[in-house]
T-cell receptor
Framework: LAKTTQPISMDSYEGQEVNITCSHNNIATNDYITWYQQFPSQGPRFIIQGYKTKVTNEVASLFIPADRKSSTLSLPRVSLSDTAVYYCLVEDTGRRALTFGSGTRLQVQP | EAGVVQSPRYKIIEKKQPVAFWCNPISGHNTLYWYRQNLGQGPELLIRYENEEAVDDSQLPKDRFSAERLKGVDSTLKIQPAELGDSAVYLC??????????????FGEGSRLTVL
């Protein structure tokens, strides 16, 4: 069972770049790494997914080192609307389902 | 295109009463998930369907929880009887194919249950 560890909370200011690192030491060869964002009273929303190296989309970048034991979600120039909980997930190959941890609460200040 | 639709959004019941939640996934999505999210925690999987077949229900408390997905489209999650500890948000999600390499999960807004 691939388990993830990420900081409980982070604070930032508008316009700054935010990097959230997730540790997944037991990641398996076929596992993908996925990040979700959740606002209060809403379901989680997909942000980005990757297997290795770097993935970038219009919202974020995902950096994955060669050993794949960690990953970093990078949010460029955050705004107040980026205040949310961010979840790092690694596919549970035994159960073939996404397992959420407790996430990282990002608070963006003006 | 409509997203995942859940109802009701909120439900308050007394303990020992039954409750049911309904989910309509995105059209064409063959995989449907029910998650439960307690306050301050991440969602935890209760059951996963591939079409009409429940392929993973290992975390579903079968003594009081039941689910069905007739015809492989809509799904209903039922709790009978409800206990105080069942107070949580029940999230439904759907995806096309099996995650993660075939697509992302799309979540509904959830059904918030309060058991008094």
């Amino acid at each position: 069972l691939a388990k993830t560890t990420q900081p409980i909370s982070m604070d930032s200011y508008e316009g700054q770049e935010v990097n959230i690192t997730c540790s997944h030491n037991n990641i398996a060869t076929n596992d993908y790494i996925t990040w979700y964002q959740q606002f209060p009273s809403q379901g989680p929303r997909f942000i980005i997914q990757g297997y290795k190296t770097k993935v970038t989309n219009e919202v974020a970048s995902l950096f994955i080192p060669a050993d794949r034991k960690s990953s970093t979600l990078s949010l460029p120039r955050v705004s107040l609307s980026d205040t949310a909980v961010y979840y790092c997930l690694v596919e549970d190959t035994g159960r073939r389902a996404l397992t959420f941890g407790s996430g990282t609460r990002l608070q963006v200040q003006p | 295109e409509a997203g995942v639709v859940q109802s009701p959004r909120y439900k308050i019941i007394e303990k020992k009463q039954p409750v049911a939640f309904w989910c309509n996934p995105i059209s064409g999505h063959n995989t449907l998930y029910w998650y439960r999210q307690n306050l301050g925690q991440g969602p935890e999987l209760l059951i996963r369907y591939e079409n009409e077949e429940a392929v993973d229900d290992s975390q579903l408390p079968k003594d009081r929880f039941s689910a069905e997905r007739l015809k492989g489209v809509d799904s209903t999650l039922k709790i009978q009887p409800a206990e105080l500890g069942d107070s949580a948000v029940y999230l439904c999600a759907s995806s096309f194919g099996q995650t993660p390499d075939t697509g992302e999960l799309f979540f509904g807004e959830g059904s918030r249950l309060t058991v008094l």
